[in-house]
T-cell receptor, first 111, second 112 residues
């Protein structure tokens, strides 16, 4: 089992809809969780971080964490064509600085 | 401006010719890391460093070397590049704790 797994997509949603991106991880010792957005040919950009069970909202983005199920998700409300990108889930074990990344989910928002 | 700077952005080289990709950060971060990204394979970690003179292998370290003599710099060295090292490379840094990685702009390397 890979450490961090994501559905590769592509996930296609119409403009204005909610996009739901999912990620599972294998190490129960993981404590910090991150979502990055990456446009084609560009570097990953951190958009959300979450450390406690539950929801964390920032503008149109909501991160959800369930440590018991080893599951983290990202919801994008009112999706825009500019949200079309690959979304990477990353996990940190304990207090170490190292991050393990999933392969990413490609999101396409259709006008 | 807080940033991670990689150079060069693009590099075409020949098989066997040693090269170095530089990485520097101005955020006083303890953690630094190198990743390569290939289509369908995602971000794969090459090496990472927890502090000066402390480095460890990632998932794909073969064919690469790193050094961390100063906190701000973390160069990636390819002693004898081969075509299978053609890839997009990213350097990243983090303060550790609860912070995520900040990425450099990337280096697109082609080995012919």
């Amino acid at each position: 089992q890979k450490e961090v797994e994501q559905n590769s997509g592509p996930l296609s949603v119409p403009e204005g809809a909610i996009a739901s991106l999912n990620c599972t991880y294998s190490d129960r010792g993981s404590q910090s969780f991150f979502w990055y957005r990456q446009y084609s040919g560009k570097s990953p950009e951190l958009i959300m971080s979450i450390y406690s069970n539950g929801d964390k909202e920032d503008g149109r983005f909501t991160a959800q964490l369930n440590k018991a199920s080893q599951y983290v998700s990202l919801l994008i409300r009112d999706s825009q064509p500019s949200d079309s990108a690959t979304y990477l889930c990353a996990v940190r074990r304990g207090s170490q600085g190292n991050l393990i990344f999933g392969k990413g989910t490609k999101l396409s928002v259709k006008p | 401006e807080a940033q991670v700077t990689q150079n060069p952005r693009y590099l075409i080289t020949v098989t066997g010719k040693k090269l170095t990709v530089t990485c520097s950060q101005n955020m006083n971060h303890e953690y630094m890391s190198w990743y390569r990204q290939d289509p369908g394979l995602g971000l794969r970690q090459i090496y990472y460093s927890m502090n000066v003179e402390v480095t460890d292998k990632g998932d794909v370290p073969e064919g690469y070397k790193v050094s961390r003599k100063e906190k701000r710099n973390f160069p990636l060295i390819l002693e004898s590049p081969s075509p299978n090292q053609t890839s997009l490379y990213f350097c990243a840094s983090s303060s550790g704790g609860v912070g995520g990685y900040t990425f450099g702009s990337g280096t697109r390397l082609t080995v012919v």
